[in-house]
């Protein structure tokens, strides 16, 4: 399979104005003849949906929620980077991309990366002008904050809610294009198929979950932004409706999945309290400015935090990493706390924490500074787990947090079937390995705002999509699978519940195929999935009917698509034989226990095409070309 | 610990509901409400029972889709709080415990405990945003903003728009919720040019959906999870009575082009 990436040609810091230039424009008049269809309502798609409706399309919009503006996006605390410099600490585009190419640990486009860090200032502009609140100095100006992996202060935020801020900004621009009539808004509408009419995409089919109803969408391109598959680990900081369906539905039609065993974990979650749990909860990265994290030397130390001395404490991180401290990237901050455990000197009841202490910055700095930069994530903290950590230090533990592989998509954002676009982290692009702090906002409004306006108009212009309807064979046909499917999930009448099969996928996957995996493990895994999706379809109880609100028939849909979804994954982590970020390969790390990359075998794009279901996947790599940087072990020491 | 739960069941908007009691067994306090109706929803999936309908989404207090009332408070007694950061820690054994949907006609029950929100939406469509296009944007410092007046903006953008302030007012006003957006682009100049619309604007859309006015009682304050001030229901007031002095906007002139 012969498959270009559709890099433009020239100077890596030229390469985006150029393509601009060179791209095939639809004429105005002619923009309102087009549909376009956007699935998902959060930063990627509610700023597409809004952009492409600006700029004269019509478009139709759906969510499974009940309002666009409850989109996943919303619970991004932290910030969102740009290159801005307004704090003349030396940053600028090239170093944006810099850190994020390094932090991607090279396994991602260069010239997509550098693009992102281009546009990056435009979001930032374009968001201010919506009303976006973002937090100012005393003078009026913006404020800053750093992030892990960066030493300049290029983040900017709204207190610990950015993520719902800029949501909202893009939610509103949304709900303008609705007034107006150029956006048709479908909520709790869950896409369930992806409809291909000449090989190309045409449509979507969709179950309302209100009513049960079936219904198929008929579009001239069809835009994918419908989030990460966290969810799959059953535990992880997604919202509880965050699912891989949509994504694999359209990898099941032939578009190629990318990447998918890039899972990022973010290492300052609160740990988990109990079988009962049913997600774990981010504390924001921003806190490991003013905290520093810790664990006791001694191994099995169960003192309270504050009967330990400061000399039998172990500031690990600062201690292995000097330069960057506690402010490593993820990935290493995330395996030095599970190594710490796994030697026994975890903190809290299961051993599986450790501590995120702001004693010193209190003292420093005071409680009331400490309150107006992190105070809503202190009374987040104070309620999940009853403790106050302006008193005690806070425990946090990595968890899945944000899936990096997914759908494959080249330079315009396009899948490998045509009209079928992939936006925000629905798609593999920009990240590679495990990124940074404050790029994922970055990433999905880059996409929605500033790209896909620009390159659809290139596919429709090019391409010139003849009128389909849905009454068409090819959506009859999708339909009637859709409906056998949700017939077949209301027939089964076990004695598990749906829950109790994810909780165990999610067991395999965590175990296997999480933070470190290993030859063994992954090929258990590989084992243990097909006899566990086969007791699915015999075992299983799915109440109700489908004409009706059937959570219980949503939720069994989806952990249907993860037992098939995960094998996905463990193929591809088998696969790799190398460690990168936090995709840690046992088998490959230096003698002080780091990621060892390997570039002379894994400079590429691992592309999955699907063959079956339990059948192995075809691989088709995407070599990464870098012709500006040259890959460099990343340190963080 | 174990509970009694009265849980309002209604099959679908048609339908009458009623409360129906249900048993909560070996409840952990580290559990959240949701989880807590989780544990309750994975036995009456193995006894062949419907499952208990609620929204719910994120679990982390911000997407504003959980909307239970609980023993008669929107999102529960704990303050400053939403359903799914309600812990059960903040109940003890052998409690009867009701829970309702949230109650106004603007808010129809779907099913069971979910209602339909969209009402909200339609607010926000008729003038909650800037009219402004992606690019072409000036650069975010040209336009210095006070420290103290982006505050003022952040505070009432907190908003989760969850409509809880609806469900506890006896109005079933949404001035709150309406407020809180009037009142973060008040504090912003990115929001001046459309002023007087979008007050007007707003609030006719309001009135168009059947949320009633506000009496000053201050419950939808004290149930707001992101402790909305009514403040924001004053300055709603000011810029309306504001812009009924100002001359109603032109008729938009038809372009030329």
Known sequence: ?637 | MNLTLRVWRQKSPREAGRLVTYQARDIIPDMSFLEMLDVVNEGLILKGEDPIAFDHDCREGICGMCSLVINGVPHGHQSGTTVCQLHMRHFHDGQTITIEPWRARPFPVLKDLIIDRSAFDRIIQAGGFTSVNAGGAPDANAIPIPKEEAELAMDAAACIGCGACVAACKNASAMLFVGAKVSQFLHLPQGHPEREARVRNMVAAMDREGFGNCTNTYECEAVCPKNISVRVIAELNRELRRAAFRPPPAKRAVGAG
């Open chain 1, 1 to 637: 399979m012969e498959l270009a990436s559709q890099v433009p040609s020239g100077p890596l810091t030229q390469k985006w104005d150029k393509h601009i230039a060179e791209l095939k424009l639809v004429n105005p008049a002619n923009k309102r003849k087009f549909r376009i269809i956007v699935v998902g309502s959060g930063l990627a798609g509610a700023s597409a949906a809004a952009s492409l409706a600006e700029l004269g399309y019509n478009v139709d919009c759906l969510c499974y929620q009940d309002s666009p503006r409850r989109a996943h996006s919303i619970a991004a605390q932290g910030g969102i980077n740009a290159a801005k410099n307004y704090q003349n600490d030396g940053d600028s585009v090239f170093r944006l991309f810099m850190d994020t190419l390094k932090g991607g640990d090279f396994r991602a486009r260069e010239a997509n990366v550098y693009r992102l860090a281009q546009v990056s200032n435009n979001i930032i502009d374009q968001c201010v002008a919506q009303g976006v609140p973002f937090a100012r100095e005393y003078g009026g100006q913006l404020a800053n904050r750093s992030f892990g992996g960066a030493l300049v202060s290029r983040t900017f935020y709204a207190r610990g809610q950015t993520g719902q801020q800029l949501l909202l900004g893009a939610y509103s621009s949304l709900s303008r294009q609705i007034a107006l009539g150029k956006v048709r808004m479908f909520t709790r509408t869950e896409m369930l198929d992806l409809v291909l009419v000449d090989g190309v995409a045409r449509g979507i089919v969709t179950r309302n979950l209100v009513t049960g109803e079936i219904v198929s969408f008929a579009g001239d391109a069809v835009v994918l932004a419908t989030g990460g598959y966290g969810n799959l680990y059953f535990l992880s900081t997604m919202a509880a409706g965050a699912n891989v369906s949509a994504v694999y539905r359209a990898y099941k039609r032939g578009a190629l999945f990318a990447n998918p065993c890039f899972v990022q974990i973010h290492p300052t979650c609160i740990p988990v309290s109990g079988e009962h749990q049913s997600k774990l909860t981010l504390m924001s990265e921003s806190l490991r400015n003013d905290g520093r994290i810790w664990v006791p030397k001694k191994a099995g130390d169960k003192r309270a935090s504050a009967q330990i001395p400061e000399d039998e404490r172990d500031y690990y991180l600062e201690r292995k990493y000097p330069t960057y401290g506690n402010l490593a990237p993820r990935d290493i901050s995330s395996r030095a706390a599970k190594e710490v455990c796994d030697e026994g000197r975890g903190v809290g009841e299961f051993g599986r924490g450790v501590y995120l202490d702001f004693a010193e910055s209190i003292g420093r700095l005071g409680a009331a500074t400490i309150a107006e930069r992190y105070g809503n994530l202190f009374e987040m903290y104070e309620k999940i787990t009853g403790e106050d950590p302006y008193k005690v230090p806070m425990r946090i533990y990595p968890a899945v947090h944000y899936t990096m592989g997914g759908l494959w998509v080249d330079y315009n954002l396009m899948s490998n079937i045509p009209g079928l676009h992939v936006i925000g982290e629905a798609n593999f692009s920009d990240h590679g390995a495990n990124r940074l702090g404050a790029s994922a906002l970055m990433q999905g409004l880059a996409d929605g705002y500033f790209i896909i306006p620009y390159t659809i108009g290139h596919y429709l212009a090019g391409a010139k999509p003849a009128k389909v309807t849905t009454d068409r064979p090819e959506f009859k046909a999708a339909e009637a699978e859709v409906r056998e499917r949700l017939k077949r999930l209301l027939s089964l009448r076990g004695k598990r519940t749906v829950t109790s099969f994810h909780r165990e996928l999610g067991h395999i996957m965590w175990e296997y195929c999480g933070m470190g995996r290993n030859d063994a493990g992954l090929k258990q895994a590989l084992e243990k999935i097909p006899p566990l999706r086969e007791e699915f379809w015999r075992n299983a109880i799915v109440p109700g009917v489908n004409e009706d609100l059937n959570t219980a028939l949503e939720k069994a849909g989806r952990v249907a698509d993860y037992l098939e979804f995960a094998e996905l994954l463990c193929h591809d982590a088998l696969t790799r034989t190398e460690s990168c970020g936090s995709h840690f390969r046992e088998e490959s790390q230096t003698p002080e226990g780091e990621a060892q990359r390997d570039d002379e075998h894994f400079s590429h794009v691992s592309r999955w095409e699907f063959t079956g279901v339990g059948q192995r996947p075809n691989l088709h790599p995407e070599p990464l070309v870098f012709e500006t940087v040259q890959p460099a072990v990343r340190s963080y020491k």
